[in-house]
């Protein structure tokens, strides 16, 4: 069975398929696709699979971006995601989730190169980019001498 076989057989059967629909559609045997959907935790009522990993992601059991368990800690906060690298991934499909708030976004004019430029969240920022201040701060007219 391939990488993409079982990534069509855990969407699926999340979307409420038996096994023999599975099997079929894919053309594999019903008892491979019920083998693996017994050792991946997909297996009992088809219709019953899709709310539990629906209940399991809303407790944070499972990673939000790659659906792997997450094994939560005794004490902080609860984890989300099984990785930093799946915590990145997933923000940056889905930056209109996140909550920004109007008040803390600022306006301000680089000294530099003259353009307006806004930050989130950080009041004394001066320059809109690294370069701008390196030029600014380190660069003068009077090197070219």
Known sequence: MTGDEKEKIKELRLKGIGYKGIASILGLSRDSVRGFCKRNGLDGSSCVVAL????????NLLCSCCGKPIKQKYQGRTRRF???????KWWNGNQDK???????TYKY?????????SVYGNKKRKYCSHDCYIKDRFWSDNDDI
């Not at 539990?52 to 407790?59: A, D, M, Q, T």
């Not at 099984?82 to 990145?88: G, L, Q």
């Not at 996140?98 to 803390?104: I, L, P, V």
């Not at 004019?109 to 430029?117: A, D």
């Open 52 to 59: 539990n990993v629906e209940e399991k992601l809303k407790r």
């Open 82 to 88: 099984c990785s930093d690298e799946c915590r990145r």
């Open 98 to 104: 996140r909550n920004k708030s109007e008040a803390a």
């Open 109 to 117: 004019i680089c000294p530099h190169c003259g353009r307006e430029f």
